[in-house]
């Protein structure tokens, strides 16, 4: 990977922004820090909620053919030998002699340890599933896994989400949960870590109308980034080569992003065939077919797999979203992030802290709490009070003056174009509820009017 692509954000300014705005912050950071683990604080669990929710919405909620689930992180010890991940879910590593560092063989140019120089030892295959004990008995026999992805609790469930919700094919099943993986190379801030969140479909197809489906999940999971806003040109659909392909692909396509350190997988669209409910049909000896009803056959679906990690998600729309500009004497830093995603959607300002302009604007931000996530902000000036909501992505900022006392209007101010409006304090509930959605801030509300129009984008 390239050290650093033109024209994107650095990653070190993007950790300091997340560090310093609360957005993400090292796990246990008290302690020193724990390699490759990442603690989401007050906006960042709110950018990552709104993700998710955003997924949700999108390939549950609105649609007919698919269905939720919330399985269990552990799972029976035998799902991973089904599965193939004990046997597979490898990678070769070799280690110095001297420093006793650890590197995958594809990380190696020649012989020598990259870092100290030493010699490598050959490689030995390391499993990347965390080991844990269940029950009081440290043994062998109460071994369990952390699971290392999402998708085998649905495997596992095909059999009890058909006979209970009785869908036809096709039909999918999705997830979001946490996954475990002891990776040997981490980092890239939230790119690779060692406990991450994955967002998983698995959507079950007859056999025959595979390839007509993984066209179909390639194209809307690219289209999702695009509509939340991700630049198209930032995104790349890659095919895997046979080599690269996972045990129990035929086929895969990764969603590249263009991230900081260059292009690398955001999410993962694999064809697994027949070869997981084969496995696990196999393994625990139970029936997981379907009755065809065209036909009376009872079948094994393939499988048609969309697997996206959450915090990856969060980094691409992050880095995307991140913009400087110039602004009188200083840098304006912004995060363009789209309103469904923003984890502040609107800041109530009120332009002093006396105590009349104060109570109206509590009662502004009263009335405007229960719909979003709302900030209250009285401290520093106006104009700082801007900066700061650019910088973690407020789409809309609400002042409060002392005119508001008479008039009872108030102003809206846009993130993008810093355009403003004026409107009656009655229409501003239903103006931001438009706004969010999309509504141009010049399409004016009854007795609203442009206020300051800075430029038009
Ligand atoms: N069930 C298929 C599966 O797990 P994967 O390509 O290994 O496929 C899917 O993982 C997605 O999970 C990736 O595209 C990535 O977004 C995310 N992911 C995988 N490993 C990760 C890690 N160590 N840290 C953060 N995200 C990860």
Redesign the pocket.
Known sequence: MAEQVPGKVNMEKLVSLCQRRGFIFPSSEIYGGLSSCWDYGPLGVELKQNIKQAWWRAVVRERDDMVGLDASILMHPQTWVASGHLKQFTDPLVECKKCHLRWRTDEVTDQNCPSCGGELTEPHLFNLMFKTFMGPVEEEANVVYLR????QGIFVNFQNVLNTTRKRLPFGIAQIGK?F?N?IT?GNF?????E?E?M?IEYFVKPGTDEEWFNYWLEERRNWYVNLGIKEENLQLRPHTKGEL?HYARKCY?IDYLFPMGWA????I?NRGDFDLAQHANYSGKSLTYLDEETNEHIVPYII?P???V??SVLAFLCDAYDEEPAEDEIRVLLHLHPALAPIKVAVLPLSKKENLAQLAREVYTELRPCWMVQYDDTQSIGRRYRRQDEIGTPFCVTIDFQSLEDKQVTIRERDSMNQIRLPIAELKGTLTAKLAGEDLFVLPPGGQIWKEERRD
Do not use: C, Y
């Not at 939230?190 to 060692?194: G, K, L, P, T």
């Not at 997988?265 to 993962?268: F, P």
């Open positions: 290392p992805e999402t998708a996954a993986r990776e981490t939230i790119f690779r870590s060692r991450f994955q998983e996972a990764d997988e955001l999410e993962g694999a797999e697997s996206a990690g915090d990856r």
